[in-house]
């Protein structure tokens, strides 16, 4: 079956099961230029034109009513809405394409692979990759993050070595390295947070010291706190150490160009940038992936198998072992190319300015307590707590509002422990949140306080 | 729903009954709902079989500390074979509120505790816990 192995590198990009005509179509080099699109129905892109009402009309759930009230979708943090186009991408890849990708040598195997290696061109130009080996598909951030301490921490992570996280991380950046650390003897160490829920960086260099890798998130999920990391990852890699992104709010909501950041791995997930939920990504500079032994053993993530072995295939597929989640990675590749059309600059700047709007209003309520820096440093996440009332009992009552917020510990229990508190309420934005949603939410707030006063 | 927070709830968790510690409980018991961060502990007095004094303390949302609240209450003067008999269903009829299915774990967290100090005192429970089949 391996009839193409004998092409040239950069263009025998999908596995060698296809015809040479179909490989050269469903994979070209990532260039610097404008994706293709799969739909026509996108945003306005200029920064100060940008739509945001129609941006939000793009939105079919946020027209529905919840509790007899309109929804005030304010979880984007948790998952973000999805747009028309995504939804129609899949239904479409579903209606009109369905079939295993990488196999059939009929056009609609052949057509399914080329949407889905198209979209990890597309994803790989979003984050301005140097080439789509570099993108691979996983489930979400935490099967990222897991891929990189199986594969790569279990080849180069022994008794002794260390690893650098923050006291901010969420579970998923946690609780992998934990569980390397109880199995190889790695030590964790944590950089510390200021009052402000800012990371603590004066004794970097210290820090640093003995540690050969250093992991931690772009944006806190719960603090908003928009980490300086070009600055941790050129102190990292001055001081002999990788360094991989928690990037699961970072490319959601802000410009993210690996290259220019010089970043070894990035992880995130597609749930959270308009995407469907069961695609994520692990970008890895290729040299490292290269090296790296494979993730899940199984179909497509070989070369030949044998009873006595086997030998993996060529990167990206190396790391995708069994059927992928093809009608989510096409959907995903809409997803970006909807965000690249507003512009990840405006979707940042958006959120800003909806973020100074709240904190303007919640710092000055009394019996509220904000959490995490001030709007300059942060994205579209506010942390909040009402005197004498459970976050809980906040979600609940207004919920009975239509208003949707996360209560809890976030998926940072550490970080709780850390602000001690049991739990926050948090509300967070998106390209599609307004000021009227804000409004509804402090009007809530003010209904928790009458009910709990 | 908002209506979760009728009177009588807000009161029971603004103002818990038997709210405080034993000095010399016969038993201790502690449990934790991670989902909201809800604690409780509980502190029991027996005597031949029958629960004499009981206090509870804790923090969390105002279902779970409510219906702590209210179960001490139910139970005090009780026997302990009695309580063995309690059900999810006794407990949410004390409350009095359709209770929601993301909020059910805060409401039941105080049956967990009771249902620890039974076992504790080495009382078998009649209904199965929840995730028991």
């Not at chain 1, 690893?163 to 160490?189: F, I």
């Not at chain 2, 080495?122 to 995730?131: D, K, L, T």
């Amino acid at each position: 079956m391996h009839t193409t192995t004998n092409l040239p590198e950069e263009t025998a990009l999908p596995p060698a099961r296809i015809s040479t005509a179909e490989i050269a179509a469903s994979d070209p080099p990532i260039v610097n230029k404008p994706a293709p699109l799969e739909m026509a129905s996108l945003p306005s892109k200029a920064a100060s034109s940008t739509d945001w009402e129609k941006v939000r009309a793009d939105f079919p759930i946020l027209s529905r009513i919840v509790h007899g009230k309109p929804l005030v979708y304010l979880d984007s943090t948790a998952t973000a809405q999805k747009p028309q186009v995504v939804l129609d991408t899949m239904e479409n890849y579903y209606r009109t394409t369905n079939a295993n990708i990488h196999r059939g040598v009929y056009e609609l195997s052949e057509v399914a692979t080329d949407r889905y290696e198209k979209a990890r061109a597309r994803i790989g130009n979003f984050i301005n990759a140097k080439s789509s080996r570099e993108i691979i598909y996983t489930r979400n951030t935490t099967e990222s993050i897991n891929l990189v301490t199986h594969t790569w921490g279990r080849a180069n992570l022994h008794e002794g070595d260390v690893v650098l996280l923050t006291k901010m991380e969420h579970h998923s950046n946690l609780v992998p390295w934990q569980m390397l650390a109880a199995e190889r003897g790695v030590k964790l160490r944590y950089l510390d947070l200021d009052p402000r829920g800012v990371l603590v960086l004066d004794d970097l260099e210290a820090k640093l010291q003995g540690v050969k890798l250093v992991s931690i998130t772009q944006m806190s999920n719960v603090l908003g706190t928009i980490n300086p990391v070009e600055e941790i990852i050129a102190a990292a890699h001055q001081a002999g150490a990788l360094v991989m992104l928690d990037a699961a709010q970072g490319v959601p909501h802000l410009p993210v160009d690996v290259q220019a950041l010089d970043v070894d791995f990035l992880a995130f997930s597609g749930h959270k940038m308009c995407g469907p939920t069961g695609i994520g990504i692990l970008y890895g500079k290729r040299h490292l992936l290269e090296e790296m032994p494979p993730f899940l053993g199984g179909g497509d993530m070989i070369n030949t198998v044998t009873l006595e072995g086997f030998t993996p295939n060529q990167l990206p597929w190396k790391f995708e072992a069994g059927t992928p989640a093809i009608a989510e990675a096409i959907g995903l590749g809409a997803a970006v190319d909807y965000l690249s059309a507003i512009g990840m600059d405006n979707v940042h700047s958006h959120e800003q300015k909806l973020t100074s709007y709240t904190i303007d209003i919640m710092a000055n309520m009394p019996g509220v307590t904000l959490y995490g820096p001030d709007a300059a440093h942060k994205g579209g996440v506010i942390s909040f707590a009402i005197e004498g009332t459970h976050p809980h009992d906040i979600a609940t009552i207004l919920d009975s509002e239509g208003i949707c917020i996360r209560a809890g510990h976030h998926c940072c229990q550490p970080l709780m422990q850390h602000l001690d508190v049991p739990a926050l309420a948090r509300a967070s934005f998106y390209i599609y949140t307004r000021k009227e949603d804000i409004d509804a939410l402090v009007e809530g707030i003010k209904k928790v306080q009458a009910i709990f006063g | 729903m908002d209506s979760i927070y009728k009177e009588e709830i807000l009161d029971h968790y603004k103002n818990p009954r038997n709210f405080g510690e034993l000095e010399k409980p016969d038993i201790h018991v502690e449990a934790n709902n991670p989902l909201c961060g809800d604690k409780l502990f509980m502190d029991l007095e027996v005597r031949d079989g029958i629960v004499q004094d009981v206090r509870f303390t804790g923090r969390g949302c105002a279902i779970s500390q409510a219906s702590a609240s209210m179960l001490t209450e139910e139970i005090a003067g009780k026997p302990l074979t009695e309580l063995a008999k309690m059900t999810r269903q006794d407990i949410l009829d004390n409350l009095g509120v359709e209770v929601s299915y993301a909020r059910m774990k805060c409401a039941l967290l105080s049956l967990g505790l009771l249902r620890l100090a039974l076992v504790e005192a080495g009382v078998s429970i009649a209904e199965q816990m929840e995730g028991e089949s």
